[in-house]
């Protein structure tokens, strides 16, 4: 869910950066047109082919782009053994690719890229003119279409760098495995899920690169480089109430929607303590040294005591800073009532929670009661909570991230983020491989377009996270210097 970080980090505002310039590896700027080297010709012919094929709940076919970048896998010289198409046998149509780059004599577990090719829904006609969301369109500096940055450029990144790797015959202390999966974006067949459950052999890894983070830039300056580290639980409940009902004409103060709207109310007014993590600390020690003024010294303050009442108060103003601090729960759904003309026997909510990484879905429905403070309204839970450990901030993850983003851009900071959303990394840190979503790909922090019209990349930022791909996997894989050319 790339939009959900971009949506997260718009309230941030951020003075006194230095604009920070790059030039991309082995590429020219000929007449405002960038000059393509052939890894990067690869890689743009990559993300058409997979911007171009629908892959959406309703009507797309991530087994067809599965399928698709299995072809150029094999192509390039992969076993056919090592690269698979596996599809969820309830819909043909929900096909996932798992690839795996071998090394001679690797040592350590491999490590895992992964990606979801799947795309929210998209219509031409809600898209501006001459936009095509299933065509890639290059125009003013972006790529157009769908899945640009959510999730196709990860993806087209990772196939094409592994195609690379191929022809160079790089040879690493762990193997590399590509997992390109179905339904991340709330469908039924989820791939990640399902090849856990069913193919773990072919996806087990000591840890993992996933979408999540990426950068951030406002009018060109290179903010931060964000890595998500931990995500917040996704968590709905439904709250209801059920009486006799009767005639309008003689109403009673037994009335469903008075009784659960009273103890909505009471919702509405409460918040959950503070909680920070690992992950949240080190993002508020991070963005202390970032922003300036009264913000700058809050964040210093919280990030190492979490007791200061007029601190948080004023943090809490921020709706990403609020979700950062604490669990939250907030009503998204009303029914109620059968006739105009009758009293309601029934009424419904859905509260949507979002539970900090580090507490329990079981205490924060027995809080929802409490909150409440009628044993009139029920409150179950919607589906079985997902909760996930953070992924661990260890110095060798941590330290390459570092050195290569100090390395392109210089002075931009690398910043830990937790999710108030979801991504499948929940699903992997599950059963212990921890993940990181970090991609080096920047996006605009005041136009985020992630599941919206005229959805867009920066093509600079594009073959730059490219770039900075291509080195984090090196480095994670551990490149041996010897590798022999073909």
């Known amino acids: ?44 012919d990559v993300y058409r082919e997979l ?15 599965a399928e698709a970048m299995a072809v150029r896998l094999r192509a390039s010289g992969f076993p056919e053994t090592d690269v698979r198409v596996l599809v969820h046998p309830g819909n043909n149509r929900k096909g996932n690719l798992v690839a795996r ?45 769908r899945g640009t940055a959510d999730d196709k450029a990860m993806a087209a990144i990772f196939v094409a760098n592994l195609i690379g790797y191929k022809q160079e015959n790089a040879q690493f202390d762990r193997d590399i495995i590509l997992a390109l999966t179905a339904d991340e974006e709330g469908g ?10 069913n193919h773990r052999d072919s996806i087990s890894a000591e840890f993992g690169i996933n979408e999540g983070g990426g950068g951030r830039h406002r009018k060109g300056v290179k903010l931060f480089n964000g890595v998500q580290a931990s995500e917040k639980v996704y968590q709905s409940f439904l709250l209801e109430v059920k009486n006799k009902g009767g005639h309008s004409s003689l109403p009673s103060k037994e009335n469903a929607i008075y009784q659960l709207a009273a103890g909505i109310d009471r919702l509405s007014k ?24 009264q913000s700058a010294a809050d964040m210093k303050t919280i990030a190492t005591a979490t007791s200061d009442a007029e601190v948080i108060k004023r943090l809490s103003i921020s709706p990403y800073y609020n979700a950062l601090m604490r669990t939250t729960c907030v009503t998204t759904r009303l029914e109620a009532g059968h006739a105009e003309n009758a009293l309601p026997q029934n009424a419904r909510a859905t509260v949507n929670c979002r539970i900090l990484p580090q507490e329990n879905a079981n205490d924060v429905h027995r809080k929802l009661i409490e909150i409440l403070a009628d044993n009139r309204i029920s409150v179950t839970f919607i589906k079985e909570p997902k ?10 993850i ?34 212990n491989i921890p993940m990181y979503g970090v991609s080096g790909i920047f996006s605009d922090i005041d136009d985020n377009r992630a599941h919206g019209r005229d959805e867009r990349l920066g093509v600079r930022e594009f073959y730059e996270g490219q770039e900075f791909l291509d080195k984090l996997v090196k480095s994670l894989a551990g490149e041996k210097t010897a590798a022999i050319k073909k």
């Open 101 to 145: 780059y071998r090394s001679a004599n690797a040592k350590a577990k491999p490590l895992l890229l992964l990606a979801h090719i799947d795309v929210v829904e998209a219509r031409k006609e809600d898209w501006s003119d001459n936009l095509d969301p299933f065509k890639l369109t290059e125009r003013d500096g972006y790529f157009y279409g």
């Open 1 to 44: 869910m790339f939009f959900d970080v971009t949506r997260q980090i718009t309230a941030l505002l951020f003075f006194g950066l230095s604009l920070v310039s790059i030039a991309v590896s082995q590429q020219v700027v000929k007449n405002d047109v960038l000059q393509l080297n052939a890894r990067q010709q690869l890689l743009r």
């Open 188 to 197: 039924d067949f989820n791939g990640a899920k399902w090849l856990i459950d």
């Open 387 to 396: 909760p996930s450990p953070p992924s661990p901030l260890k110095p060798e």
């Open 51 to 65: 911007i171009e094929i629908n892959t959406t709940d309703s009507v797309g076919d991530t087994t067809k782009a």
């Open 270 to 293: 409460f918040d959950f303590p503070v909680n920070l993590n690992e992950v949240t600390r080190g993002y508020f020690q991070k963005m202390s040294a970032i922003e300036t003024g």
């Open 398 to 431: 941590v330290r390459p991230i570092e050195e290569i983003t100090r390395a392109m851009w210089k002075d931009v900071p690398v910043v830990p983020i937790m999710g108030t959303g979801a991504t499948d990394s929940l699903y992997f840190r599950q059963v």
